[in-house]
């Protein structure tokens, strides 16, 4: 979507490597986030960020972690990938409270 | 947080008007109610939202309960393009959209 990229859009990864996605936006928000997609679960929070280097944990966090060192690129890392982490993943970015969200177009995880 | 129900499928005909219900019946005082609707392979879309007063947009108009435990997203003359699952959700004062498993609309033609 305009505004605001995923990458990369898909990845093949093997057990226990590390993996990070990157989200990207040109939006200056100040908010951003991270959700994964799962058949039967819809989309969860993982972590998400209100300012540079001001980020908290969502409600599945574990075996996730990410940074944001400037306003515009927010990062999640997979220290060591599971199975249980194939799925979509979606970052979001949102202006303050109250707006609405603008998603990106996903990265499709598989690990194997 | 606080939730939502929404059922689960719904279906309308193609170029008639849409209501789509959503309860949340423990929602706060300060929790915006946001829809949202995800087209297959696609993230998710941002549609509406509100927090006390009836809104309208280019997309839907959305109708909230005067005690706001209730909402409806409503789609005034749906196409196959509006084909999709919905969200309802709302957003609590800490920033955080928590997702339901939302409502998947059909259109029929």
């Known amino acids: 979507d305009a505004g605001i990229t995923q990458s990369p859009r898909h990845k093949v990864t093997e057990t226990g490597t590390p993996v990070t996605l990157r989200c990207h936006q040109t939006e200056n928000h100040r908010y951003m986030y991270w959700y994964r997609q799962d058949p039967g679960h819809g989309l969860r929070l993982i972590h998400y960020s209100y300012g540079v280097k001001d980020t908290d944990k969502g409600e599945v966090s574990d075996g996730y972690s990410v940074s944001r060192s400037k306003t515009e690129d927010f990062l999640l890392t997979l220290e060591s990938a599971t199975s249980s982490q194939t799925s979509v993943y979606f970052c979001?970015?949102?202006?303050?409270?109250?707006?609405?969200?603008?998603f990106g177009s996903g990265t499709r995880l598989t690990v194997v | 947080d606080a939730k939502t129900t929404q059922p689960n499928s719904m279906e309308s005909n193609e170029e008639e008007p849409v209501h789509l219900p959503c309860n949340h019946s423990t929602i706060s005082g300060t929790d915006y109610i946001h829809w949202y609707r995800q087209l297959p392979s696609q993230g998710p879309e941002y549609v509406i939202h509100?927090?006390?007063s009836n809104v309208n947009n280019r997309m839907a108009s959305l109708a909230i309960a005067e005690d706001r435990k209730s909402s409806t997203l409503i789609l005034h003359r749906a196409t196959l393009r509006d084909a999709a699952v919905y969200y309802c959700?709302?957003?609590?004062?800490?920033?955080?959209?928590?997702f339901g498993t939302g409502t998947r609309l059909t259109i029929i033609p």
């Open positions: 979001a970015i949102s202006e303050q409270q109250g707006y609405g969200y603008t």
């Open positions: 509100g927090l006390t």
């Open positions: 959700i709302l957003r609590s004062g800490n920033e955080k959209l928590t």
